[in-house]
């Protein structure tokens, strides 16, 4: 009786130990081959038919469908440019260059990849709809109060990511690493 007790007992603890890890390896994403560059993270391996199994089931749980190599690359912002979560209640300025591409997007996510809702429906920029200095440089100003310029608005409430999706670009990983002034720089503003 008391092996039956151990084993049982074994099973149980193995089998909430193997659930506990699985649900923290598909939190937050594809962990493996991942590059982050100052506040963007970016992961090019995960477009290829090498997938690893991890993030080919973190995918399948958000219903994501990453870009493919030759179409163009994501890179998601978690935090601000020195490294602290992004809060809903403060306001950001992400100003900058983008890496030569012939096409970009720039939106707010929730945690989950979903569209942040906000009572002006606006939920992104992309490359040709956005207002430039004459040096090509922008600067976009994320926050729940109406800003003029290039201003999208989050909804206070709700925490959210950003997401960066450069199409047909020439960014090479695997020749380089890249300065973390070639992404937008995402700076934190007034908080309420």
């Not at 970016?42 to 469908?65: C, K, N």
């Not at 004459?134 to 729940?144: H, L």
Request: aromatic letters at 10%; glycine letters at 10%.
């Amino acid at each position: 009786m008391k092996t039956l007790f151990r084993f049982v007992l074994t099973a149980v603890a193995g089998t909430l130990l193997g659930l506990a890890a699985t649900y923290f390896m598909l939190q937050g994403g594809p962990r493996f081959g991942r590059i982050e560059v100052g506040a963007w993270r970016v992961a090019p391996g995960h477009t290829s038919a090498e997938i690893d199994p991890y993030a080919r089931a973190a995918f399948a749980r958000t219903g994501e469908v990453p870009l493919a190599h030759a179409e163009g690359l994501s890179f998601l912002a978690r935090s601000d440019s020195d490294g602290h979560r992004l809060e809903p209640r403060c306001d950001y300025i992400l100003s900058g260059h983008v890496p030569a591409s012939r096409y970009w997007s720039l939106t707010l996510v929730s945690p989950s990849g979903a569209l942040v809702d906000n009572p002006a429906k606006r939920y992104g920029f992309t490359s040709a709809e956005i207002l430039r200095a004459a040096d090509g440089s922008f600067e976009i100003i994320i926050s729940g109060h109406a800003r003029p310029g290039n201003w999208l608005p989050a909804a206070t409430p709700q925490a959210f990511n950003i997401v960066l999706r450069l199409y047909d670009t020439l960014l090479d990983f695997g020749t380089s690493n890249l300065d973390k002034n070639v992404l937008p720089q995402i700076r934190q503003g007034a908080c309420e």
